[in-house]
């Protein structure tokens, strides 16, 4: 028994557990703090509010670097030995990055005004996403390479610099808060990670692929074409998860009321809190670790480690908060927020779904399944949303948690489902 607590405890992916916890931990506080000062000065409608301009943000986050950031884990991942062919990867995500988000950002601006009234239902709205257009390309550069830094696995500038981005972020969003309220709450959730690429370069200037000869270079289709899946999957993942959650909110709010959707906002706040530590570990080692294992008895071995390493710590965990969402709702907001208790039970049963399925569907980002990968995105997302409607209707508010719960459910069901051979086979 005791072997066996050393072996957990010595594993990588605890290490990396452990060596994220800093960042992950700060990140943990600094977006506490900032959705306590948003929800103490904004309310549950400000918080409907920014969460839809979260999810559009997201989409077009994605789409500005081109969906590749996986891509360009996997490749640096794969190829860091062989400079030669890590140049072309380089060169064309660079590219890619650039061209996209400089397209995205020019029709974010011209469309400012009906994105107004669209996402955040008032045209003079229209300036937040003028700041998100000009913004854009320095997101997405800046997401580039910490892609790159995560494919060399260079773990300790990654963490710092995740620690400063929380950390500019908190200051950024409170000073806009306090000075703007809604408008500044606003202006910060789609400018502040732009002033994080001036702070990366600083620390990546000394890097030798930081450079203009390696990052520009002349196009290469067979990349290129390698790079596409990865968008594809990116693309859809990005459209599929925030789009699904537009539509719920739009119609919680239409037929019960915008607090009503910022208590489920609220409690998806929630759940990004500690869903932020799992994500980020696993961006961080599993995705790099699955991309390098190249026989189905290594990758059979990594998933079954990590199925008995996770499954116990996040089943306390969620426990644990059940157990506390008085004390966690009076924490992350305010007494107004009450009336989300009732949300808790389904959420966090359906999260525990949602993670224990997710170290299944990296599989398929690590090892570009791009055809099975965005068809279980798009139906799963489409059942969510018709799944939501119906409970909604028949159960209220809750519904929306309840429908959550079972489509993950039945999501793990259909990964396994999917990945039974290499489950359950011993065979190399």
């Known amino acids: 028994m005791i072997a066996k607590i050393k072996n957990v405890i010595s594993s990588d992916l ?4 452990s060596f994220t916890g800093l960042s992950t931990l700060i990140k943990l506080i600094t977006s506490y703090l900032s959705v306590k000062v948003v929800a103490s000065i904004i309310g549950p409608s400000g918080i409907a509010l920014i969460g839809q301009l979260q999810n559009f943000a997201a989409i077009i986050t994605t789409l500005g670097a081109g969906g590749i950031n996986n891509g360009i884990v996997k490749y640096v991942s794969e190829y860091k030995e062989e400079p030669t062919e890590l140049q072309k990867y380089l060169k064309n995500g660079f590219k890619i990055t650039v061209y996209f988000s400089l397209v995205c950002g020019l029709v974010i601006i011209l469309l400012s005004r009906y994105l107004g009234q669209w996402i955040l239902l008032d045209s003079s709205y229209y300036y937040v996403f003028i700041y998100f257009g000009i913004s854009l390309l320095f997101m997405s550069m800046n997401n580039y390479m910490l892609s790159v830094l995560n494919g060399f696995k260079e773990f300790r500038k990654f963490v710092l610099i995740n620690i400063i981005t929380s950390l500019v972020g908190l200051l950024f969003t409170v000073v806009l808060v306090l000075q703007f309220h809604i408008k500044g709450a ?9 002033i994080i690429f001036f702070v990366t370069i600083l620390f990546l200037r000394k890097n030798d692929w930081l450079s203009t000869k390696i990052l520009w270079g002349s196009w290469n289709s067979a990349v290129i074409k390698k790079f596409l899946s990865y968008s594809l999957m990116a693309l859809v993942s990005a459209a599929t998860v925030p789009v ?13 009321s915008m607090d009503a959707a910022g208590y489920w906002e609220g409690m998806n706040r929630i759940s990004g809190l500690y869903l932020m530590f799992v ?18 008895a290594d990758l059979r071995h990594e998933i079954v480690k990590t199925y008995k390493i996770i499954t116990p710590i996040i089943v306390a965990g969620l426990l644990l908060i059940f157990i506390l969402k008085d004390l966690v709702i009076n924490i992350l907001f305010t007494k107004e927020f009450y009336p989300m208790k009732e949300l808790f039970f389904w959420q966090l049963f359906g999260d525990l779904f949602k993670i224990l399925s997710w170290i299944l569907a990296f599989v398929m980002v690590a090892k570009s399944m791009t055809k099975i990968y965005i068809i279980t995105e798009i139906a799963f997302s489409v059942f969510y949303v018709l799944l939501s409607i119906v409970f909604i209707n028949y159960f209220g508010v809750i519904g929306a948690t309840q429908s959550y719960c079972l489509n993950y459910f039945i999501y793990f069901v259909a990964m396994i489902f999917i990945f039974r051979k290499l489950i359950f086979s011993k065979q190399s």
């Open 279 to 296: 994500t980020t570990s696993f961006s961080v080692y599993y995705l790099p670790k699955l991309s390098e294992l190249r026989f189905s």
């Open 244 to 256: 699904s959650q537009l539509i719920i909110r739009g119609f919680l709010i239409k037929n019960f």
């Open 14 to 17: 605890i290490k990396v557990f």
């Open 186 to 194: 606003l202006i910060a959730t789609v400018t502040y990670q732009s």
